[in-house]
């Protein structure tokens, strides 16, 4: 089993709908968790970080943690086409410091 | 901008050859992880430096070593290098606080290619 798994799409949503991206991990002790946007060619951009169960919202992102399920998710809500890229889940496991183990990416169209 | 920079941007070697790769930090953040990613993969921690001392290390041969400097810069080097090697590497800076919170700073890249 992967340590953190992502669906790899592509996943294609239209323009102003609701993308829905979905990680589930490992290691039950891990802390912190990330969501990192990477256009083709660029390097990995942060969009979100959670840490607790629940929801986090910043702009038209969403991030949800669910640490029983051992499961995050990013929702974006009125996409653009701009929000085209591969979105990497990242988590930080309970030996961490801040050792990331990421996910393959789940490439994300949004088509206009 | 993150303010992490890499260099060089891109590098094209042959197999067997060494390369080094270097990284500045942001401002006021001591501790670099280096990542190797391959194409189509996500990012492969391969190891990290806290106040010049390396802090954990990945699956990565000891051919792949590294360094910190008292300014918290680092350097990335490979040795006999393999056509497997050709990646994206990323070079990330964060603050060092050793609190599983910290968020790491991806530098733009240093995209290698071996021949």
């Known amino acids: 089993q992967k340590e953190v798994e992502q669906n790899s799409g592509p996943l294609s949503v239209p323009e102003g709908a609701i993308a829905s991206l979905n990680c589930t991990y490992s290691?039950?002790?891990?802390?912190?968790f990330f969501w990192y946007r990477q256009y083709s060619g660029k390097s990995p951009e942060l969009i979100m970080s959670i840490y607790s169960n629940g929801d986090k919202e910043d702009g038209r992102f969403t991030a949800q943690l669910n640490k029983a399920s051992q499961y995050v998710s990013l929702l974006i809500r009125d996409s653009q086409p701009s929000d085209s890229a591969t979105y990497l889940c990242a988590v930080n496991p309970p030996w961490g410091n801040e050792k990331l183990t990421f996910g393959t990416g789940t490439r994300l169209t949004i088509i206009p | 901008e993150t303010g992490v920079t890499q260099s060089p941007t891109h590098l094209i070697k042959t197999r067997g050859q060494q390369v080094t790769l270097r990284c500045s930090s942001q401002s006021g953040h001591n501790t670099v992880s280096w990542y190797q990613q391959a194409l189509g993969q996500g990012p492969q921690f391969i190891f990290q430096?806290?106040?010049?001392?390396?802090?954990g290390r990945g699956n990565f041969p000891p051919r792949f070593s590294g360094l910190q400097f008292p300014n918290y810069s680092s350097e990335l080097n490979v040795n006999a290098l393999e056509l497997d090697d050709s990646a994206l590497y990323l070079c990330a800076s964060s603050p060092g606080t050793s609190s599983n919170q910290e968020t790491q700073y991806f530098g733009p890249g240093t995209r290698l290619l071996v021949l």
């Open positions: 290691d039950r002790g891990s802390q912190s």
């Open positions: 430096y806290y106040r010049e001392e390396e802090n």
